[in-house]
């Protein structure tokens, strides 16, 4: 029973991560058609962004819910100026260069910050449950992640600056006609995408540790995620979460090393049954 | 327009000349480095195929290389001859590309989910060789897990492992595939089916609508690209006698594509030059610690993508053609 209890977390909690390391790249690329390769830097970067001022004696939780984000959406939104804006509505070269841009950061990185920087430990202490106990943060994950979708969805739905930009989404030239400044909309869509990379980089940092590489932990699984997804990309993510978080949490309890192999054939056959992600067919009008 | 013709057969020819005689001039430490320039410019073609003719956005390109070497790695430690294991080493990842090829194509994933799977197939191997430990074996060949495998046998000649190729006949076969690739890709794209699958990269639905079957000319494609990427595997693993995951990781992968960024997509001979360069460029970073060699290829890329997206060589040429 307590075993039960114990595996039903370990699910939840998988589901949740893969949530929440996916959704700033899933806003970016569902609402903008941009792929943005250096996601896992931006991860990564959030990550630093908790550990250096924790180190520098600055509470934990303001690091992680406040200067994590609002560091890698600043940043998001020199780059959108940079990189993106060039590349508008050519796919291709944007992942190109965002991939150049995530060497570009994990040279930068390891140049500056090298790869002996302390972690920070998981606060809260532990849960007992029967025999097993199970680290409280791991509950402070699962909910923060509920708790961030439920606000992203409402900012989008209930807030003039969401409405503004979904229907830049759906047509931009008709926002423009209207009015809108296009380009502002994307740029601060971009740095929403990316603030909220950073705060899933934060969180995540007491638990996995940043080392400049730590992005390409995150990457495939947050691509699979959120290509898994589909256009309608809150719905998309979340339902994908589920789907592959479990997935790769039963099989990693069967056998280590094989949840990634699992993960990756579900999404090919996945994939291959659905090519527009789950989305395409199920859940299509929702966001 | 006859004589800039004329001149450049004779600078080919020139070049290929040098390329053959080099042994009699220099010091065999120089041959071997500059073997590896050969087998990555061969693995260059055959991104240039795939990506740069067929049109086929593959991420993945590394883990046809990296499969083609361990494939052949294994083979030839339990075989012993090389001959067989040369074959196993391109069938290996062409018949993965027909497997893999089959659900992409089929399931008309297109695009940017292909480069992105294409890359999650590369990143899988990387892991699952990673966390292969020392007690995994196929045979009587050790996966080797983090550390790779050393003492990978050298090419022998064919049926007699006892007389391994030396460097002056590792180099030579090396450039002897290189031209051989070269001039057999240019050949592939002036046949019909080549020139289908340039119709296809540039409008597929045309294409389609023409009557052609595009899901299996890129399969075609794909499959060709993934043995000629298996075969520099080989020739690489049997150079350094060497063979590890880093053969799967996303800096390599990062690398090939950078390569064809770089020299120009959709020629062959920039891909070539693409591939040289920035080997050269990262050899020369290693050794001098000048700066990191992420923020050196990192920044070139993103300064290609953005101000040269043609790459060097059609830049050069139209420069030439003025």
């Known amino acids: ?287 | 327009m006859r004589g800039k013709a004329l001149g450049l057969w004779a600078a080919a020819i020139g070049a290929l000349a040098l390329a053959f005689g080099l042994p009699l001039f220099v010091e065999t430490f120089f041959l071997v480095e500059l073997t590896v320039y050969v087998v990555m410019a061969i693995l260059a073609l055959s991104l240039a195929l795939v990506w740069g003719s067929a049109g086929i956005l593959n991420f993945g390109q590394s883990a046809f290389f990296g499969l083609g070497g361990y494939a052949y790695t294994i083979a030839v430690m339990n075989m012993g001859d090389s001959t067989v294991p040369i074959l196993i080493g391109i069938a290996v990842p062409a018949v993965f590309a027909v497997v893999t090829g089959y659900f992409l194509f089929y399931g008309r994933v297109s695009d940017i989910y292909l480069g992105t799977i294409t890359l999650c197939v590369s990143l899988i191997f990387f892991n699952l060789i990673n966390s292969s430990g020392a007690e995994y074996r196929i045979g009587i060949a050790p996966l080797g897990g983090n550390n790779g495998i050393p003492g990978v046998p050298p090419l022998n000649v064919p049926g007699n492992p006892e007389r391994p190729l030396d460097f002056d006949e590792m180099y030579m076969l090396s450039m002897v595939v290189l031209v051989l690739v070269y001039l057999g890709l240019h050949w592939l794209l002036a046949t019909r089916f080549g020139r289908v699958a340039v119709a296809i990269r540039e409008n597929e639905l045309r294409a389609e609508l023409l009557g052609y079957d595009a899901r299996l000319v890129k399969l075609a494609m794909f499959t060709i690209g993934a043995g000629i990427a298996g075969l520099s595997g080989v020739l690489f693993a049997a150079w350094g006698s060497f063979i590890g995951p880093t053969m799967f990781s996303i800096f390599f992968t990062a690398q090939i594509i950078i390569w064809i960024m770089v020299g120009g997509l959709g020629t062959l001979a920039g891909a070539v030059a693409g591939a040289v360069l920035i080997q050269w460029l990262t050899t020369w970073l290693g050794e001098t610690k000048i700066a990191d060699t992420n923020i050196v290829l990192g920044a070139i890329f993103v300064v290609f993508v953005l101000l040269v997206p043609r790459g060097i060589q059609p830049t050069i040429a139209r420069w030439l053609a003025r």
Not at chain 1, 2 to 18: E, G, K, M, N, P
Request: glycine share 12%; charged share 10%.
């Open chain 1, 1 to 287: 029973m307590d075993f039960a209890a114990i595996v039903v977390i370990q699910v939840l909690y998988a589901i949740a991560s893969l949530a929440l390391i996916s959704l700033g790249l899933a806003i970016i690329f569902g609402m903008m058609r941009v792929i943005n390769f250096a996601h896992g830097e931006f991860l990564m970067l959030g990550g630093y962004a908790v550990l250096l001022p924790v180190e520098a004696g600055v509470n934990l939780w303001l690091a992680m819910l406040v200067i994590a984000p609002v560091t890698v959406g600043l940043f998001g939104i020199v780059v959108e100026r940079i990189i993106i804006r060039p590349l508008y509505g050519r796919i291709v070269e944007t992942v190109l260069a965002t991939w150049g841009l995530s060497l570009l950061m994990i040279g930068l990185a390891s140049e500056i910050i090298g790869y002996y920087q302390a972690g920070a430990a998981p606060p809260l202490g532990t849960v007992q449950i029967g025999f097993y106990r199970e680290g409280a943060y791991t509950f402070f994950v699962i909910g923060i992640t509920a708790v961030i979708f439920v606000a992203v969805y409402l900012f989008l739905r209930r807030t003039r600056f969401g409405l503004i930009a979904l229907g830049t989404m759906q047509n931009a030239d008709m926002a423009a006609a209207l009015g809108v400044n296009v380009n502002r909309v994307y740029a601060a869509t971009f740095g929403l995408g990316a603030a909220l990379s950073g705060l899933a980089g934060a969180i995540m940092a007491p638990i996995a540790g940043v080392v400049p590489i730590i992005g390409i932990t995150y990457i495939a699984k947050a691509f699979i995620t959120v290509i898994g997804g589909g256009t309608v990309f809150l719905a998309g993510t979340a339902a994908a979460s589920v789907l592959f978080g479990t997935i790769t949490q039963v099989v990693t309890f069967l056998s280590t090393s094989f949840g990634e192999v699992a993960l990756l054939v579900v999404a090919v056959v996945l994939l291959h049954l659905l090519p527009e992600g789950i989305t395409g067919r199920f859940l299509r009008r929702g966001l």
